[in-house]
């Protein structure tokens, strides 16, 4: 006695389950959208804030931002002796550069109305 043939049906869903995993796998996922990025580290004793340029990363994942903001910390540890701790809360992130600019521009005023001088680290 041989086994009964599987219903047609159940041979295109099955090909059509392969067809659609291999496209699948074939298809490039999407990154995530590139981002606009600044990092301040505010030292109150001296009434200081460290403050980078508006910069432009890659993508705007949590680790890109982590790592960028980690290598701001680095920066302003090393060219003025700040020991902070690591670089997770240090950066803010935009979806665009103007909204970027803007942000940063309203931290510079809001901290020299308080007579907080701002440190500009530049380039890191």
């Not at 699948?24 to 301040?40: D, E, F, G, M």
């Not at 340029?53 to 290598?71: E, F, K, N």
Request: charged letters at 15%; a neutral charge; proline letters at 6%.
């Amino acid at each position: 006695m041989t086994p009964p043939e599987p219903h047609p049906c159940r041979l295109h869903a099955a090909w059509l389950s392969l067809s659609l995993a291999l496209l699948l796998s074939i298809i490039p996922r999407a990154q995530a959208a590139q981002a606009y990025v600044w990092c301040s580290l505010s030292d109150p004793a001296a009434e200081r804030l460290y403050l980078s340029d508006v910069d432009t990363l890659a993508s705007s994942t949590h680790i890109q931002v982590w790592l960028y903001g980690g290598r701001f910390i680095q920066t302003v540890d090393a060219r003025f002796n700040i020991h902070a701790g690591d670089g997770d809360h240090a950066c803010r992130v935009f979806p665009t550069r103007a909204k970027a600019i803007l942000a940063r521009a309203d931290i510079v005023a809001s901290n020299t109305r308080q007579n907080i001088h701002i440190v500009p680290v530049g380039e890191f």
